[in-house]
Nanobody
């Protein structure tokens, strides 16, 4: 079983930056794909970005060019650098992972979840 623990959320002004981190533990092999979802109040959880073991990444269109996902396979960690933040980026951000490569980007395509970290962007 894989446990995911996020860190790095907080409050930032619009235009600012934050870096989220997620550490995976519970076994020696890292998940094939690790990524991030977010959920704003009253909205469904949505895919933000993910990256597979080979470094191939995918982003939702609304964050492309502003967010960068990276991964350290040796440390079983994934990071999300968020720049040029907007108030609409405000949400709880969840780290997610799965053991296979694939095209699915819905929340049911990911088996492992962190507890979430709050990101608030003020205008």
């Amino acid at each position: 079983q894989v446990q995911l623990v996020e860190s790095g959320g907080g409050l930032v002004q619009a235009g600012g930056s934050l870096r989220l981190s997620c550490a995976a533990s519970g076994r020696t092999s890292s998940p094939n794909t690790m990524g991030w979802f977010r959920q704003a109040p009253g909205k469904a959880r949505e895919f933000v970005a993910d990256i597979n073991r080979n470094g191939i990444n995918t982003y939702v269109g609304s964050v492309e060019g502003r967010f960068t996902i990276t991964r350290d396979n040796a440390k079983n960690t994934v990071h999300l650098q968020m720049n040029s933040l907007k108030p609409e980026d405000t949400a709880v951000y969840y780290c997610a992972a799965r053991d296979y490569a694939g095209l699915g980007r819905g929340e049911y395509d990911y088996k492992y979840w962190g507890q979430g970290t709050q990101v608030t962007v003020s205008s």
